[in-house]
T-cell receptor
Framework: DVKVTQSSRYLVKRTGEKVFLECVQDMDHENMFWYRQDPGLGLRLIYFSYDVKMKEKGDIPEGYSVSREKKERFSLILESASTNQTSMYLC???????????????FGAGSRLTVL | RKEVEQDPGPFNVPEGATVAFNCTYSNSASQSFFWYRQDCRKEPKLLMSVYSSGNEDGRFTAQLNRASQYISLLIRDSKLSDSATYLCVEDLNNDMRFGAGTRLTVKP
C-alpha cells in the first residue's frame, strides 16, 4: 500500500511564526498535493506538484509556498502564520494517467495546525 | 464558485436501511469521479471510482448521470460502521474538485 506520511499531527504556533509541514510518500508517485480542509468548505487545493522541482498554484496559494527538491517529499511553508491559517492540512499523492487506479489520491493522516 | 455540490446532511438512518446521496458537478467535460469516505478526524480514503455509467462494490453502488450532471452513491443494508462523511470528487483533466461532503450516521 502507498503510504503518505505527514511529519506532525498537531501543531500550535503563534502569529508571525514560520511553519513547515512535511510530507513524504514511499511509492514513487509523480504528483503531490497540499490541501486544507475547513468545516463546510471541503478540501481546497493550496499547491500541487507534477514532479520534482515543479510546482503550481492551486485555488488558495496566498500565504503559502512549497518545495519539492526530491520526488518523495513535498513541503508546505507558511512564511508568517496567521490565525486564519488555523486548519487541517492534508497532503496527497497519486500516479497520473488514464489507466485503472490512476488519478486516485492517497492522503496522509493530516496535520492540524492552530495559530494563536 | 462551487463546482461540486453535495447535501451536507446529516443523514440519520437506522441500521439496515438503504440510503442514497447525490452530488452535482458543473463541468460537462469531466471524465471520471470518485467517492471518498472520511471518518471523524481521519484522512479521506477512496471508496469507489466512477469512470463510466456506474460502479458496484458489495453494498455500495455509484451511478453517473451525465445528462443531468450528477453522481449518486447508494448504500444498502447500512452498518454502524458506515457512519462517516462521504466526499464526492470530480476529475477534470487531472484537476480534482471536492465537494464539502455528506455526513451519514447509522444508528442501532
Amino acid at each position: 500500500d502507498v503510504k503518505v506520511t505527514q511529519s506532525s499531527r498537531y501543531l500550535v504556533k503563534r502569529t508571525g511564526e514560520k511553519v513547515f509541514l512535511e510530507c513524504v510518500q514511499d511509492m514513487d508517485h509523480e504528483n503531490m498535493f497540499w490541501y486544507r480542509q475547513d468545516p463546510g468548505l471541503g478540501l481546497r487545493l493550496i499547491y500541487f506538484s507534477y514532479d520534482v522541482k515543479m510546482k503550481e498554484k492551486g485555488d488558495i496559494p496566498e500565504g503559502y509556498s512549497v518545495s519539492r527538491e526530491k520526488k518523495e517529499r513535498f513541503s508546505l511553508i507558511l512564511e508568517s502564520a496567521s490565525t486564519n491559517q488555523t486548519s487541517m492540512y492534508l497532503c496527497a499523492s497519486r500516479i497520473p494517467g488514464a489507466s485503472s487506479g490512476a488519478n486516485v489520491l492517497t492522503f496522509g493522516a493530516g496535520s492540524r495546525l492552530t495559530v494563536l | 464558485r462551487k463546482e461540486v455540490e453535495q447535501d451536507p446532511g446529516p443523514f440519520n438512518v437506522p441500521e439496515g436501511a438503504t440510503v442514497a446521496f447525490n452530488c452535482t458537478y458543473s463541468n460537462s467535460a469531466s471524465q471520471s469521479f470518485f467517492w471518498y469516505r472520511q471518518d471523524c478526524r481521519k484522512e479521506p480514503k477512496l471508496l469507489m471510482s466512477v469512470y463510466s455509467s456506474g460502479n458496484e462494490d458489495g453494498r455500495f453502488t455509484a451511478q453517473l448521470n451525465r445528462a443531468s450532471q450528477y453522481i449518486s452513491l447508494l448504500i444498502r443494508d447500512s452498518k454502524l460502521s458506515d457512519s462517516a462523511t462521504y466526499l464526492c470528487v470530480e476529475d477534470l483533466n487531472n484537476d480534482m474538485r471536492f465537494g464539502a461532503g455528506t455526513r451519514l450516521t447509522v444508528k442501532p
